[in-house]
């Protein structure tokens, strides 16, 4: 084994000894670029570096997506704004910046069923995370399920429950079911608790003018949560074709 070799070696050893497996998964491929292009020291130290940062992104994308509940394959990119002009990319552009979820402020998207709430709200949680946020998805009844499992638990403990502590909370499928006045109050307790700490992004197929109905006929209730909602919010509603009956007819039209 020649001495360059060896040197080579002891660097990578070294570099997995400080914890560096991705720069020494890359140090061979470094190198050899570094030896054609006759690179600089601190530019190949840079180089060394960014290799390292870029595997630990990656690592921490990719678990902190596995903890967040989010579907998978949903994303901007692949959404159909041809298909839903009464979406404005723009709008979603800018929340895909995630300067709301900085911001602990609301994300409410409204809509019929099918209209593509939930792929958006997706692909905002997928960008939140990409821009070192923590998020959690859950459909309103699961959210419901948790909320009645910690309903004795003390502040303190209550505090350390993800759907509390989590940077972006994302709510989806609220309206199907009309609350009870237990589920109501615990739905208000959680809004009250994010208000200002935490961001919060919903999908509903109801209106505004429906929450009163939807929160067991409390008009006080009602008024609070939206009080909070809104106060720092932006709300989308989204009018257009079923992608699901667009698929379906598709489909039809193919076996015919």
């Known amino acids: 084994m020649t001495a360059s070799k060896l040197s ?8 997995l000894q400080l914890g560096f497996s991705y720069a020494a998964d890359e140090l061979d491929a470094l190198l050899s670029e570094a030896v054609k292009k006759t690179t600089a020291p601190h530019t190949f130290l840079s180089q060394v570096l960014k290799a390292e940062l870029a595997g630990r992104e990656e690592r921490r994308i990719k678990a902190s997506l596995r903890l967040s509940g989010l579907p998978t394959g949903q994303t901007i990119a692949n959404f159909d704004f041809a298909f839903q002009p009464a979406i404005e990319r723009s709008r979603i552009e800018t929340l895909a910046s995630s300067g709301w979820v900085r911001a602990r402020e609301t ?13 958006l709200a997706v692909a905002l949680g997928i960008k939140a995370i990409e821009q070192g946020f923590s998020a959690q998805f859950l459909r309103f009844d699961e959210l419901l399920t948790q909320l009645k ?15 509390l502590s989590t940077a972006l909370l994302i709510i989806d499928e609220l309206g199907f079911e009309t609350m009870d006045r237990q589920e109501a109050s615990l739905f208000f307790r959680l809004v009250t608790y994010r208000y200002e700490r935490g961001a919060i992004l919903i999908t509903t197929n109801k ?34 074709r079923s992608y699901r009956l667009r698929d379906l007819e598709d489909a039809l039209r193919t076996k015919q």
């Open 149 to 163: 499992r910690d309903a004795h638990l003390q502040p303190s403990k209550l505090r350390r429950k993800k759907y």
């Open 107 to 119: 994300v409410l998207l409204q809509g019929p069923p099918g209209v593509g709430k939930t792929h």
């Open 207 to 240: 209106t505004i003018r429906d929450w009163t109905e939807l929160l067991a006929g409390d008009e006080v209730l009602a008024a609070a949560i939206l009080d909070r909602l809104l106060h720092h919010a932006t709300v989308i509603n989204i009018k257009g």
């Open 8 to 15: 080579v070696d002891t660097t990578r050893e070294q570099l």
